[in-house]
């Protein structure tokens, strides 16, 4: 049966160019069904679906397009194979939906979603790869403990001596059994700030699991549900990159566990100029999970933000391509970033975004701000690994991007 009132859940909405027409491809970003397709349409269709709204009838948007093409009948069965093809698809928010997502709730573990597309599959070949970028961390002038890193979540292959300086560092210097990792929820609603998750982390090595008394200790402390938007985790990569890699590094030498924190959008802190911690759910969630590292002792955790700096350009919707010019002023906005980042000064990295309210489209600010939030006054100090920009020609765009360790015993050059 068809849904008369279709409507379309959140979706990835993505451009596509076909011999000089452009398409529009729909895709499920949870990807709730292995057999989930992206949906390619003509801009036409498109425009259909922005109707599909749930207060139209299938009958409504079948007499709007008719009386549009001048009293000619538009086909009801070409509206009903529009339908089909995006609920067949889990993109329509409906019944088939609420179970889909149902039945993940009741899975244990999140299944792995990299290996076998820009990485390899296998264990074994997924091991020699991760230790070919391992191969580039420099030796760091360090003597003391770290208590948290930044690193990418971009393409392994776009940004190896980043990832290998940040994960070189833990590996060498932390102890740490219980790694909170806060990562990009890059298919957020506009209205959640942070998402949890108790499902451990599959990896083609096995399973990452998830520390769930430091879960339980946090949910006796909040007001808020945690796992509202647990879904995000099944499609974000942020997180698995940060577990993948903790495995290879830390998992080969010692248990670990790890807290995965997906963190939404802090952007109308910016637009309405106050502090992020001024909103009370960030504050609350935020002032729980440091209160909980406390109790556990800082000694056994560490923090870990997944995240990418600048996205600027054609395919971030910038009407220029980047050129040489642009870089150097991107960079130089990422460097007054990354000064606040090393001070481990939350709001001063959150002032140096205000003024031009993030033009450079920073998607790791909310994850930044909260592993700085944990760190204020603790005495540790920042320091920049390595950065990187990753230019795209055919898109006319780049994406950079930064490692930085935190800790006692390191000196900034």
Request: hydrophobic letters at 40%; a negative charge.
């Amino acid at each position: 049966m068809v849904d008369e009132y279709p409507k379309i859940r959140q979706i990835q909405i993505i451009p596509i160019q076909s011999g000089g027409e452009i398409l529009v491809g729909l895709r499920d970003p949870q990807e709730l069904s292995p057999q989930s397709q992206m949906v390619v349409m003509s801009r036409d269709a498109f425009q259909i679906v922005t109707f599909f709204d749930g207060s139209n009838s299938l009958s409504d948007i079948q007499a709007l397009l008719t009386r549009e093409m001048g009293g000619v009948l538009f086909p009801r069965a070409e509206l009903e194979r529009l339908v089909d093809a995006l609920d067949t698809n889990f993109l329509l928010d409906n019944e088939r939906y609420a179970e889909a997502l149902a039945a993940y709730a009741r899975e244990t573990v999140r299944k792995a979603v990299l290996p076998g597309r820009n990485i390899p599959a296998e264990a074994q070949e997924l091991d020699t790869f991760f230790a070919q970028v391992m191969q580039q961390a420099p030796t760091p002038a360090f003597s003391g403990r770290i208590a948290a890193v930044m690193a990418p979540h971009i393409d392994v292959s776009r940004a190896m001596p980043t990832y290998a300086a940040a994960y070189g560092v833990l590996s060498a210097y932390s102890q740490a059994e219980i790694f909170v990792i806060f990562g990009t929820a890059h298919e957020a609603s506009p209205e959640t700030r942070f998402a949890f998750t108790r499902k451990s982390y599959e990896t083609p090595w096995g399973v990452v699991p998830v520390a769930q008394e430091f879960l339980r200790r946090i949910e006796r402390k909040t007001t808020h549900n945690l796992y509202a938007a647990e879904i995000l985790h099944k499609g974000e990569h942020s997180a698995e990159f940060a577990a993948l890699f903790l495995q290879h590094t830390i998992g080969k030498k010692r248990p670990l566990q790890i807290v995965p924190v997906l963190v939404g959008s802090f952007h109308d802190c910016l637009h309405n100029e106050t502090s992020p911690r001024e909103m009370p759910e960030i504050r609350e969630i935020l002032e729980s999970i440091a209160e909980v590292a406390e109790e556990i002792g800082k000694d056994k955790i560490c923090w870990l933000a997944s995240v990418d700096m600048a996205h600027v350009g054609l395919r971030f919707g910038d009407e220029a391509e980047v050129d040489d010019a642009s870089l150097l002023s991107i960079r130089e906005a990422d460097m007054d970033a990354i000064k606040a980042i090393e001070n481990c000064e939350a709001e001063e990295f959150f002032q140096t975004l205000m003024p031009h309210r993030n033009r450079y489209r920073i998607c790791g600010m909310s994850s930044i701000y909260s592993l700085l939030c944990m760190l204020e006054e603790s005495g540790v100090q920042g320091k920049l690994l390595h950065y990187d920009q990753s230019r795209e020609a055919e898109s006319g765009s780049v994406v950079t991007f930064a490692s930085v360790s935190f800790g006692l015993g390191q000196e900034r050059q």
